[in-house]
């Protein structure tokens, strides 16, 4: 059905301009110059009456393609409106979701560490398949501790993946782009992996892992998992090779070392990725719990030998830190415990918790300005309180299955609020900070929150997102904006729970 208007269109278009049939126009007959049909001849035909010819037959031109185009333009609108608009295209198939059974087999991961001049760690990993067809196996994407999809797939480079001898290609998933697809042949039973890790070289690149004096191994960097199980019901045995005259710490426990070379007992690879090393030229381990039921190491690597000197006072209130911590929790949750420290300006800066370990980096003057600073000295008692309140005890949200499962950080202001009051307790405690210190970073805390503007529009709770919306990038208004205030502004709910149980029970 075509409305008014077009038909009005399409009788304009056929018929033409009445004008038009009464002026001359260039397309007369021979002879004639008008539609007129009057004889004229060249003699008799004048110059001013040829120039209102020829414009008035231009005009009637011009209308005719103006016409023509106007129809034009109605036939293509309303061919368009007949199209299909687009529709989204069909999902990708589904990844095999993750079952809590025991994987059939035991994963191997061998990583070459000894590239220290060009920062690369060099990878070989075995996987073993029960069956033929379709196999899928991740790269970890979420990091425990930091709480966001932030983990460096793009400095794992030349994978290659092989079986039998043969090479099979891979496809990276188009929506889950952690996640890789090969397809098995009939017969294999392994797979075999190999790439490198490309640790950056400056820090504009990332945070900075290897020097050519220490390194920071952190197994979530280093391996692959299959899809479809929960991470702690899949056994990998994993070994390195270090630079040759390094020492290294680990909550991992030793299976054997034949020269430059460590395998470690068989764990889940969930276990795994919760055991980072670090590993130098310059190293020493102080035992700060001889007496105890479990073992816990003061474990240091530093830039320069030097920096690894320290007086008896210094490690004495890294031992009451672990005494304190067992007063103020009342419960062991771990068989040993390794405190990984750096004392570097090369190393990038780190603190991130674990269940039996931590990784710290507290400045290669720790012990030799003791007594002209505290700034920092907070770090281990923080990191060291996350083994109770975060790992042997999280968010139910936050936990999940795989290292592929996105988490949820609703309970963040629990997490590391409540963390980053403990451990400000415990540093005055163990006499890490004095309590004049402690009592003084408090109150800076308490002006600061005081003063925070992003207060008035956005909530503590609503921070909890912050490590996957902004991911610690800088800000134009930290006041106004917020980021990841759950922290301190965490910190002072918990002072005042505490304040507010010691008034309501006179203190006991």
């Not at 023509?68 to 095999?96: C, D, G, K």
């Not at 690369?120 to 067809?133: L, S, Y």
């Not at 304190?324 to 949750?333: C, D, I, M, N, P």
């Amino acid at each position: 059905m075509i409305s008014a208007g077009r038909r009005s269109a399409g009788r304009a278009a056929r018929e033409p301009d009445r004008g038009c049939r009464k002026a001359p126009g260039l397309f007369a007959a021979p002879g004639q110059v008008g539609l007129d049909k009057s004889p004229r001849t060249q003699e008799t035909f004048r110059p001013r009456t040829a120039t209102r010819t020829v414009a008035a037959a231009l005009g009637c031109v011009v209308r005719s393609l103006l016409f023509s185009v106007s129809v034009l333009t109605l036939a293509a609108t309303a061919a368009l409106a007949e199209q299909p608009l687009p529709q989204p295209a069909p999902p990708s198939p589904a990844i095999q979701a993750a079952r809590d059974v025991p994987y059939p087999g035991t994963l191997k991961l061998s990583v070459d560490a000894t590239d220290l001049a060009r920062r690369i760690f060099d990878i070989r990993q075995t996987i073993p398949v029960a069956k033929p067809g379709k196999f899928t196996f991740y790269y970890p994407q979420w990091v425990p501790g930091g709480h966001s999809p932030r983990n460096d797939i793009d400095k794992m480079a030349g994978l290659v993946v092989t079986a039998g001898g043969k090479r099979l290609a891979w496809t990276r998933d188009p929506v889950e782009v952690f996640a890789f697809h090969v397809d098995v042949p009939v017969g294999v039973t392994e797979l075999n992996l190999s790439y490198q890790f490309l640790s950056p070289v400056e820090a504009r690149v990332g945070r900075q892992v290897m020097t050519p004096d220490m390194l920071n191994l952190q197994w979530l960097q280093m391996g692959f998992y299959p899809a479809g199980y929960f991470t702690r019901q899949i056994p990998i045995e994993a070994s390195v090779k270090l630079p040759e005259g390094f020492q290294f710490a680990t909550a991992l426990e030793t299976a054997r070392t034949e020269g430059q070379t460590t395998t470690f007992k068989v764990v889940p690879f969930e276990t795994l990725v919760d055991s980072p090393m670090f590993a130098g030229r310059y190293f020493k381990s102080v035992d700060l719990d001889p007496e105890g039921p479990a073992r816990v190491r003061l474990n240091m690597v530093a830039d320069r030998p030097e920096q690894l000197e320290f007086k008896p006072e210094h490690i004495h209130a890294h031992k009451d830190l672990v005494q304190q911590a067992y007063k103020l929790y009342g419960s062991r949750h771990y068989d040993h415990y390794d405190f990984l420290v750096a004392l570097s300006d090369q190393l990038g800066g780190i603190g991130l918790e674990h269940h039996r370990s931590s990784e710290n980096n507290v400045g290669p003057k720790y012990f030799q300005d003791w007594d002209k600073g505290f700034v920092g000295r907070e770090l281990l008692p923080h990191e060291f309180t996350h083994s109770w309140n975060g790992k042997f005890r999280r968010g139910a949200d936050l936990w999940t299955p795989t290292l592929n499962t996105p988490m949820r950080d609703s309970l963040m202001w629990v997490y590391e609020g409540q963390t980053q009051y403990w451990g400000n307790v415990l540093s005055s405690r163990s006499n890490l900070l004095t309590k004049q210190q402690s009592l003084d970073s408090l109150a800076m805390t308490a002006a600061t929150f005081d003063n925070r503007r992003g207060r008035d529009w956005r909530s503590v709770a609503d921070t909890t997102n912050d490590p996957i919306i902004a991911n610690r990038k800088p800000l134009s208004w930290l006041s106004y904006q917020r980021s990841e205030d759950y922290y301190s502004e965490g910190l002072l709910v918990w002072l005042d729970a505490d304040t507010l149980i010691r008034e309501k029970t006179g203190g006991k």
